[in-house]
């Protein structure tokens, strides 16, 4: 009787306890690159997210390495969407895709999903903002020095500029 009850259970494990294969978003997973800002984040257009999760992407990863940023890389493709639009992608790996949302893209309340093949995440949802100028601090604390002089210039980090030539 034992030995029937442990084959059962055992069965029972291989058949619901397998890990997913397609791409999962965690539900907290959207972060703002820059300012680290968990689920629910806002970033503005144009702002660089962080997409957490399991199956993203390969395991030995992906970083883009020329411009204009791809909005695919891998085999199998890997896609990052809102709606119909693909978002330019900067690195891939199994937990972690670094994306830009487009410059010209609505505001509002937004969905991406993680295509990776054919097969899609659940949708994620985030902010996105009006371009909102932000600087960075030296130690990325959010106190402290904002730039570096370099002779006569002074380097700043910052993002939510909008479109800028």
Not at 27 to 53: D, E, K, M, S, Y
Not at 125 to 134: A, E, K, V, W
Not at 144 to 161: E, T
Request: hydrophobic content about 45%; glycine content about 12%; overall charge positive.
């Amino acid at each position: 009787m034992q030995t029937k009850l442990f084959v059962c259970l055992a069965a029972g494990v291989a058949v619901f306890g397998q890990a997913p294969t397609a791409p999962v978003v965690s539900p907290r997973g959207v972060v703002n690159a820059f300012t680290l800002q968990p689920a629910p984040t806002t970033v503005a257009a144009g702002g660089i997210i962080h997409i957490n999760g399991l199956n993203l992407g390969p395991a030995a990863g992906w970083k883009a390495d020329s411009l204009p940023l791809p909005t695919s890389a891998g085999d199998p493709a890997v896609e990052v969407r809102i709606g119909n639009r693909a978002l330019p992608l900067y690195s891939i790996s199994p937990g972690r895709i670094v994306a830009q949302i487009p410059v010209d893209i609505g505001a509002g309340l937004s969905q991406l999903t993680v295509r990776r093949g054919e097969a899609v995440s659940r949708p994620a949802r985030f902010l996105i903002t009006q371009p909102s100028p932000s600087i960075a601090t030296t130690n990325e604390g959010g106190y402290g020095a904002a730039g570096v002089i370099d002779g006569n210039n002074v380097k700043l980090r910052a993002i939510g500029l909008g479109q800028t030539d």
